[in-house]
């Protein structure tokens, strides 16, 4: 095969830091780099620190990968949609941002809802107001930022500022903007009605395109500070989970994707907006025109083997970086040393009963292994339970596509076969959000015909996972427990015994 003359990168503004990828037209991963952000205190953060992120990773990976800046055909650029970064009419941040939940805008949900009402919200915006939407946010801004509030003049989500900053462009996708909880899903354009009753400013957002399409190009600014040659494309790029889906190769009706790590969620492409009823699912759009999806987030994060890497596994994950190994692998071997259900151990998540996070029904016999894996099949049994509101829809997936860090993982991605009682397909790879923007950029610039052409080419090898029956009887039987731990309202303690006792018996 002739040498690749086409570079694409992906740049992805993550909350665990900035990942950046680049492609060859032929799919191959020439490099990639993790840049963490500077400044950060309790998840708030300069939106110009994921700048400076950008400019000195853009520079790193351009020498890690022996290219100069014209050798890149176009940039790709996504990001955690649950953002906000507020600007003023010139482009200059007003104030901190998070990435993800903000727990400072706890209140704002319930006066979103008062304001708009809940079943409003879900004809129009087809989800639920979360600490995490663009929406609730603004108006946590309005009520106790008021200078910041007067001087508003632009809204975006993160990967939008990191385009704004490359290029100087306003604009955003339906993937993303589907996220605001100002936007509606099914007409994929913002809400007047839920702009009017919130009293928020239309003139501070985007323009809508689709994300394949080229809404910029490298400024001469940019061009000098981030070292790209000034007039690179770049495209209008995808939400996290979208871009995910590209990198998974999820881009027709059926074919679901699911993160494992990361944000972690499903995501499955529907040609149509179907609304879930019953709220377990999100109605949102997918980043290719004419496409929508129903998803779910944060499943299956990183929030908890984070904690877990930070507080007991602390030498080993020393010792693994000094090895370059990933961080995960000796923590699977431990847990691949105990049984599938961890003995009893179960792991509840923030988003099973986030009045009941943590471990229930430890005992003296468990150790560190058993720990690792209770976490582990948390994450997967997070993922059945929203394959099983897919079920109750008749939205039975046609394949499950395995990406994200956990897609590296063997364990992890048996044990979501055997919870699934079915074949995933993984597509290992780091920064899959990332890679997932650089195979969108490629499609948008001549050297693919259709996205489908593109992720044929440049869609890394799947290795498959089948599931073994008596792991798939075991994780079956821990459903109903499952459900029950995230209907608990009951004191801690107290509930803590009684779902011990069910698990042992």
Known sequence: MATPTAYFLGID?????????????????????HRAYGGGNDQLYDPQDWWRAARTGIKEILR?????PDQIRCIGVTGDGDSLVALTKDGRSLCPSTLGPDPRVTAHVEALNNMVGVRTLMNLACGSATTGSMAVKLLWLRENEKRVWHDLGVALTAKDFLRFRLCETLVTDASDAS????????????SKQLLGALEINSDWLPSISSGQLISGRVTATASREAGLQAGTPVITGGSHAASCAIAAGAIQAGSAMVELGDVGGLFLPTDEAIRDNSGALLTTCHTLAGMWALAQPNLAGAESLEWLQQHVFASEVMQARRNQRDVLEPLAELASETPPGADGLIHVSAKQNARLTGFVGMQRQHGRGHLVRAVLESGALSVKGAVDALLALKKEPNEVLVVGPGSSNTLWCQILADALDRQVDAIPGAESAAIGAAILASSAVGLFKTINAACEQMVAKRISYQPRRAAADVYQSMSPVITSLSQISLPIVATTSLIAAEVQS
């Open 179 to 190: 996220m605001t909880l100002l936007f509606n899903p099914k007409t994929r354009a913002w």
């Open 13 to 33: 503004v993550a909350r665990t830091g900035l990942g950046l990828v680049v492609l060859a037209g032929n799919g191959e991963q020439v490099a990639s780099l």
């Open 64 to 68: 890690r990968a022996k290219l100069r």
